[in-house]
Structures are given as structure tokens and as C-alpha cells.
């Protein structure tokens, strides 16, 4: 399998508690709930597409638990997004999650990088992250993010987690598809690229 993430950021890269106001508070945060304005029927769609190729789920112990605490009890099969979470493996990158009970899911707890290593060499499509801020930035500077997926919404708050942090390892992406929905959401999907390049301007 490849590692997708799939993030929603603000122009200022802050990946906090886009969902809601309650989402994560964490640090005084005040500004949760920043996409709902902007998230119109192409925005939607456009994650319906990504969930269709989806074969597992990797999240964060925060992510899972609004997760689990949502999905579950909204278990259309006919809904693209709800279809995919219930019935999919779910692994949980965590030190202080005790036990997990939404089913299909397995806890990991040590030595996370070689574990996601493992996963990735099973056989499938992809191995998807959504949203997990922390776990996402580890994979990044870890190199095993293969495609990344980056919604960019029309907000800058000037405070939150950052989905860039100092510590990410140097790297380079093409860009393979771009698009803007009608609510100016601007959505790039990325495919690892190696090692940046580097040169002088006007040489």
C-alpha cells in the first residue's frame, strides 16, 4: 500500500481543529470550526474521491477518538465515507490510548516508523491519514508519505498546530492534480518526489 494524507490547512499551514469549535482546544486554540464556512458540495466530493481508494486507515489517537465517537453510529453503506471507516482496518499510532473498541481497529504502540513501514508493504492501494496533525507531521519527516492530498482554505489565524513544523525532513513533490472549489478552496494532490533540487535564479 501507499501512504496518503489527506490534511486541511489554512493559508498559514495551521491544521487545528478544522471541524469545530470543541475539536481541540489544545493551547488556548479559539478558532476550531475554520473550514465549515468554505466546505461546499466540490470539497466534498473531492474527499469522497480519496476514501474510494482507500484499503486502511492510519489516524492519530485524537482523530480516532472523534472518529469513533461519530462514525459508528452512522453506519450508511451507501455513504462513501461511513462505508470506508466501518468495514476498513483502522490503526491507531498511540502511547496512551488503553484499548479501542470501534471495530477493525489495531492499536500501535512502539517504533512507530517501522510499523507504518510494515503496513505500507502489505498489498493493497492506499494506507490513508486524515487529519492527525502529529502522527501526519512524523510521517512526513519520517519520508513514507507517498501522496499527499492538501486542501488549502481561504482563513489565516495566526496561531494553531502547523501541519509544517521545524524537523521535517527536506523534500520534493510533483503536482499531479489542482483544482478550486466555487467556495475557493484550493486543493492540490502531490506525489513524493525525492530529494529537493537546489540552483541560483537566472543562471
Not at 453506519?75 to 498511540?94: E, Q, R
Not at 523534500?171 to 466555487?182: C, G
Amino acid at each position: 500500500m501507499e501512504l496518503s494524507l489527506t490534511q486541511f490547512v489554512t493559508i498559514d499551514g495551521v491544521c487545528q481543529g478544522p471541524g469545530g469549535p470543541h475539536e481541540d482546544t489544545e493551547g488556548g486554540f479559539t478558532h476550531g470550526g475554520w473550514t465549515a464556512p468554505y466546505f461546499d458540495e466540490a470539497g466534498g466530493q473531492f474527499v469522497s474521491e480519496v476514501f474510494a481508494r482507500a484499503d486502511a486507515f492510519l489516524l492519530g489517537r485524537r482523530t480516532y477518538e472523534i472518529f469513533a465517537g461519530y462514525w459508528p453510529q452512522h453506519d450508511d453503506p451507501a455513504d462513501p465515507i461511513a462505508s470506508k471507516l466501518n468495514a476498513l482496518p483502522k490503526y491507531v499510532g498511540t502511547h496512551t490510548l488503553e484499548r479501542a473498541e470501534w471495530t477493525g481497529t489495531e492499536l500501535l504502540r512502539d517504533d512507530l516508523v517501522r510499523q507504518v513501514a510494515d503496513l505500507k508493504s502489505r498489498p493493497g492501494r492506499e494506507l490513508q491519514v486524515h487529519g492527525s496533525g502529529g502522527l501526519a507531521h512524523t510521517r512526513l519527516a519520517a519520508g513514507l508519505v507517498d501522496t499527499l492530498y492538501l486542501l488549502t482554505f481561504p482563513v489565516l489565524l495566526g496561531t494553531g498546530k502547523r501541519l509544517f513544523r521545524t524537523g521535517s525532513s527536506p523534500a520534493a513533490f510533483h503536482l499531479t492534480d489542482s483544482r478550486t472549489t466555487p467556495a475557493g478552496v484550493h486543493i492540490g494532490t502531490y506525489r513524493a518526489a525525492g530529494v529537493p533540487e537546489y540552483g541560483t535564479l537566472g543562471e
